[in-house]
């Protein structure tokens, strides 16, 4: 994998910390998130939301919700934030519930990670539940990108690296891949692939999340394609592309 | 690999730029420039240099060699830096040429990085060819361990996280492992290790250093105990422990 000049640049940010080493303004960026908040963007989308804003702090959440007739949503420290009413989970987003509706999303990690990235050429968020639609649509635009992992309070996680090498694995030969980071990501994937749920066993926040039986979720958020569209981050709001 | 409280914790920092997410007051922390700082750095001791003092910059390395009439050396770009002697391969260092003498090093990523972990309860500098070594005193301290990746002007590089995973495949079950990098650089060692050279041809430092004709260096630098010795951080210089 070495520079092939004329092809644009994949690279992988492993943590918000480390993204102002990249070049941002000169890229499309996908935000990871996988647990969860990129797994449900997509799949309220998928389930028709009408649009996902993405917002940093619970205040913000409740005040946009009344000034938009929304659902609020979001969690801290694994519970259903105190003045919210729903929590992180993609299945409370099914289309019966969210279909035509705006929700009010707000997450730690990736709502941090996607404002420091608006400077991008454009934001996307990915998780397994979108993955081809992400593909399809970097490999179509033929631009540098910068999978950024939201990581955990700025601490690598697995799940955010598997889903970036996953990612790599399959639009690598379209683009000049010279980040350790991103072939590092691949490896990763490579050896976790064959059972992405039984490789997670290990991780730190698949312990967090078993603590509150949330292994369905987990299980759903490392499947492909369950909720297969692309959120485009335009004017504060994720949208369907 | 679930947390053990009983156990002190092994955690591998990717990247200086992520220090600060680590508990490093409480910790022995191991600076790894595999690539090749700390790779000369133990053979020069090893090959009975009287000590080796790391500093930042090139004109403290001139400095401080004339005050102690000190072997000054170091690169920048690829080259020695102007003012200096001598160059950053290990294989400058033998027995014959250094033997006695007090070598004053200037790198940038390991010098950095050591230099921000002084609040640790030691520090101490690992590559491969002194693998065995640090294995030993971390596993014989008992302590806390960070795995410090001097990284690449503070993007993750792929030689140091190897080490850092070789190092957590040997001692692990002396730990507590709750830390996702420490997982997955643990795993990219299992995927690298049956031929480490030719997993580092990928990488973008291989690229760099191949160009300067230095896959000699680079082979050395990734073969377990050629200079299995054990630098100690004392008062500003490293001493064979």
Chains 1, 2 share one sequence.
Not at 22 to 49: E, P, Y
Not at 103 to 109: E, G, Q
Request: a negative charge; glycine letters at 8%.
């Amino acid at each position: 994998m070495s520079v092939e000049s004329n092809k644009p640049k994949l690279e992988v940010c492993l943590s918000p910390a480390l993204l102002h080493l990249f070049d941002v303004k000169n890229s499309i960026v996908v935000i990871i998130d996988v647990l969860r908040a990129t797994s449900t963007i997509c799949t309220a989308l998928h389930n028709g939301a009408a649009k996902v804003i993405p917002v940093a702090s619970v205040e913000e959440c409740v005040n946009i919700g009344k000034q938009l007739n929304a659902i609020t949503a979001g969690e801290r420290d694994g519970q259903i934030a105190a003045g919210l009413e729903h929590g992180n989970s993609p299945f409370e987003y099914s289309r019966d519930f969210i279909e035509g509706k705006v929700l009010v999303l707000t997450t730690t990690n990736g709502t941090k990670l996607l404002h420091m990235a608006t400077d991008a050429i454009q934001i996307v968020t990915g998780s397994f539940p979108n993955i081809s639609a992400v593909c399809d649509y970097l490999v179509a635009e033929g631009k540098n990108v910068i999978l950024g992992c939201a990581a955990w309070k700025d601490r690598v996680n697995m799940e955010d690296t598997l889903f970036a090498g996953a990612v790599v694995s399959r639009i690598k030969e379209h683009f000049a891949v010279d980040c350790d980071s991103a072939i590092g990501a691949e490896n990763l994937y490579a050896a976790a692939k064959d059972d992405l749920f039984e490789f997670m066993k290990g991780a730190s926040h698949f312990q967090r999340l078993a603590r509150f039986g949330l292994e369905e979720d987990i299980k759903y958020c490392l499947t492909p394609d369950g909720a297969n569209v692309l959120p485009l981050f335009k004017n504060g709001e994720l949208i369907a592309g």
